[in-house]
């Protein structure tokens, strides 16, 4: 791994969430939790109200310093891996001059916007959004610790400085522990936002460096408490079995048999609402342990009226997409004039087909939720409290509030670490199926899916297919770009996650371009997985740049930068949008790292890809060879990244690493089909997972370039699939335009 700092890679404004807030960021409290001081944040990305004391002394979001000298930083958002409960501290502890030992990190007790503002994670975009408001809160609190002990210590505030977790004299051995200073510094004046200066990054001690993770620990000694762990008393366990065909309604089942069976302590017959992500008709099982309900379920029979559940073809949907044309029934994206470029007798056009799959999420934790729903009795109201993984707690609460005709006051929802998501915990039905369970029984209840439950209930990411095609000059030069989408709708309307953007890269840099839909229903429910849209559009569009630079005899690295224009923000007020300086960046830095151009043994090639996708620049570079039976080894991959400053180095580290490794395993043998409603796939020995052995080495480069930090979740994952399959084409002349490839004849 290695670090390109770039100062000078700015172009133009740098759009930012900085200078967005218009009030007081913070609050300081005297006397509460246990006396210190306090601050307690009221910006947008931790709270979303005015801020205010509610019962306890309980606040939004905050930092505390505590009279024994440890610092609380309190993290509001859900962790699944992705490292936020670490780095957003970091920054807090960078700022304030803190010594990370001193740190103590803990998840806010429950979902309460009120108190704590901002409580769900998604789109790599918390790092970003917190980011100015943690720095602002790190540096408040130094500054009223600097002015305690000026007062202290008798001297001028410009000969302190703080570092850790000490206040120090610059010219002598004084200085003053943040617990000393503690009850003084807050009585202190808050400084104004507009007086606030923040660390150099040549003075960073804790920013940019690797810290483990808070929980590391506890996770692989086996006492991480995810989800799935809870244990509360009295409770039971359930299972919930549902119509294999989405939307089948229940008619009859062996109740009576399951209810006699080791273990068994109920079973019933659930009318659900219809609402794939609420309720649906099922069987609900609750017994003495998981493993007893999971074995009754093995002995349930049930007869259900599939005459409006779906009934889905993957092959249908096939047969339908290959039948369709260069431009789609609904053109969403014109710009310039495609077809003259098009016809032009002196451009060269090339055209291509391509193909992706079904995709489900493989989270390592199947779906859970422990609910306990207490029914209202002589002087109180109903109450429902629930243990549940979520990236949303807030959305969930709104959910089970509307559903259950609950107040704010009637609900407690406690949000349990997450074995991973991607994207799947996004939706609330397995919370509904444990509520459901836990008022028919009258006892909590932890509801557990199988892995055939999470494959054949999930929310796919969507397969489809893309003709795409270009015209490129005598000289070499792009003149015109069209793509066609064939994907799914939902009912008469196209999914969110299909179609054509038109800040995807390359119809965002090109004079002459089209983008066009046709859609086909489907009623397999569909939602985000892993960098939605990109880690499909990166394949296509990206897999044929490469053809047109082999069409037109171009280097592949050449054409890609030149079809990146002048370094510019393409939308210079969103912050999301591409910047072209910083694109030609990555894609030169692992075309540098990664050894682009020279030569290659027989069966063994290069292949690169960049794209850029949450507010991240990301290119990779793939060597890959490929043997006479078709088996495929990925060497190494070689990726440049540009997020801005990197808070936590081994958390980013990891998490590029882990979306290769992620997106390799995907591309290699992994597909969801569905035959009359039907998923077809409902295990790991239909639906392989990337042995370590086959894992590839990964080397990192980030250019920490002078930009404000973007998250790292979700952008590392796109470009593989396109580099390893150019690196495919340079290694065997065959062209990769369908996945798995394990469904083209090769292997890993």
């Known amino acids: 791994m290695s670090v390109v700092t770039n100062e000078n890679a700015r172009v133009g404004a740098n759009p930012s969430l900085s200078g967005q807030t218009s009030r007081r960021d913070f609050l300081k409290i005297s006397g509460v939790m246990g006396g210190g001081l306090v601050l307690a944040a009221t910006a947008p990305g931790w709270a979303q109200t005015a801020p205010q004391l509610v019962g306890g002394g309980e606040l939004n979001a905050y930092v505390q310093i505590k009279p024994d000298g440890s610092i609380v930083i309190y993290s509001g958002s859900p962790e699944m891996g992705q490292g936020i409960a670490t780095s957003l501290p970091m920054i807090v502890a960078e700022e304030m001059g803190a010594d990370w030992g001193d740190v103590i990190v803990e998840q806010t007790p429950e979902v309460n916007t009120e108190r704590y503002g901002r409580q769900s994670t998604g789109g790599s975009f918390t790092v970003y959004l917190n980011w100015q408001l943690m720095r602002e809160m790190g540096a408040t609190a130094r500054e009223m610790l600097i002015s305690a002990a000026a007062i202290v210590m008798e001297l001028p505030r410009d000969e302190l400085k703080a570092e850790d977790s000490r206040i120090r004299h610059l010219f002598s051995n004084r200085s003053r522990s943040f617990a000393e200073l503690a009850s003084l510094a807050q009585d202190q004046p808050m400084p104004a936002k507009s007086d606030l200066v923040f660390r150099s990054?040549?003075?960073y001690r804790i920013i940019g460096t690797s810290k483990s993770q808070v929980d590391s620990f506890d996770i692989v000694t086996g006492q991480g408490d995810f989800g799935i762990d809870t244990r509360v008393p009295n409770m039971l366990y359930g299972s919930y079995t549902k119509c294999p065909a989405v939307g089948g309604k229940i008619i009859e089942a062996n109740i009576e048999e399951i209810k006699a069976l080791p273990g068994v302590v109920d079973a019933y017959i659930v009318v659900g609402n219809g609402n794939v992500r609420e309720l649906l008709d099922g069987v609900g099982i609750v017994g003495t342990s998981t493993w007893a309900v999971f074995a009754a379920r093995k002995m349930l029979q049930v007869r259900w009226d599939e005459s409006e559940a779906s009934k889905d073809s993957w092959t249908d949907f096939a047969d339908f997409a290959v039948k369709q044309g260069d431009t789609g029934s609904a053109?969403?994206?014109?710009?310039?004039?495609?077809?003259?470029?098009?016809?032009?007798?002196g451009n060269t056009v090339v055209s291509s087909f391509y193909e992706y799959p079904y995709l489900t999420h493989l989270c390592l934790e199947p779906m859970n939720c422990t609910a306990h729903f207490q029914p209202g009795k002589a002087g109180s109201r109903e109450h429902l409290e629930m243990w549940l993984p979520t990236q949303s707690g807030p959305g969930f609460k709104t959910l089970a509030q509307e559903r259950y005709g609950l107040d704010a006051d009637q609900l407690t929802i406690h949000v349990k670490r997450m074995g991973?998501?991607?994207?799947?915990?996004?939706?609330?039905?397995y919370m509904c199926e444990a509520i459901e369970l836990s008022k028919l029984s009258g006892r909590p209840v932890?509801?557990?899916?199988?892995?055939?439950?999470?494959?054949?209930?999930?929310y796919f990411r969507e397969g489809g297919f893309c003709r795409v095609r270009a015209a490129m000059t005598t000289d070499g030069k792009l003149a015109a770009w069209e793509e066609h989408t064939i994907g799914t709708a939902v009912g008469s309307e196209p999914s969110r996650w299909t179609g054509v953007r038109a800040g995807s890269f390359p119809i965002s840099t090109s004079a002459h371009a089209r983008g066009s839909l046709t859609t086909f229903r489907m009623d397999t429910p569909s939602g985000p997985w892993r960098a939605p849209f990109s880690n499909t559009h990166a394949f296509v569009s990206q897999c044929f740049i490469h053809e047109l630079a082999e069409a037109a005899g171009r280097d592949h690295v050449e054409l890609l930068i030149e079809m990146m224009g002048e370094p510019r923000w393409l939308e210079p007020d969103n912050f999301r949008a591409m910047n072209t300086g910083r694109a030609v960046?990555?894609?030169?830095?692992?075309?540098e790292k990664g050894g682009w151009g020279r030569s290659m043994p027989a069966g063994r090639g290069l292949g690169i890809a960049f794209y850029f996708c949450h507010a991240a620049h990301v290119a990779e570079l793939a060597e890959v060879s490929v043997d006479q039976k078709g088996k495929v080894t990925v060497h190494k991959v070689t990726a440049a990244v540009d997020v801005g400053p990197i808070i936590n180095r081994s958390g980013a580290l990891n998490q590029v690493q882990g979306s290769i490794i992620d997106g390799f395993s995907a591309m290699a043998g992994q597909k969801i089909t569905m035959e009359s409603g039907r998923i077809l796939q409902t295990n790991l020995d239909q639906y392989p997972v990337l042995r370590i052995d086959a894992a590839p080495k990964v080397d990192v480069h980030f250019i920490e370039s002078d930009f404000d930090p973007t998250g790292l979740g979700e952008p590392g994952l796109p470009p593989l699939a396109p580099a390893v399959a150019n690196?495919?084409?340079?290694?065997?002349?065959?062209?990769?335009?369908?996945?798995?490839?394990f469904d083209q004849g090769f292997s890993v």
């Open 201 to 203: 990054r040549e003075d």
């Open 331 to 345: 053109v969403l994206v014109e710009q310039g004039d495609v077809d003259k470029a098009l016809q032009d007798p």
């Open 420 to 429: 991973g998501s991607f994207g799947r915990r996004t939706s609330g039905e």
């Open 446 to 458: 932890k509801l557990t899916w199988s892995r055939e439950d999470s494959m054949r209930h999930d």
């Open 585 to 591: 960046g990555v894609i030169k830095l692992a075309a």
């Open 727 to 741: 690196a495919i084409y340079a290694a065997t002349g065959r062209r990769v335009r369908a996945m798995p490839l």
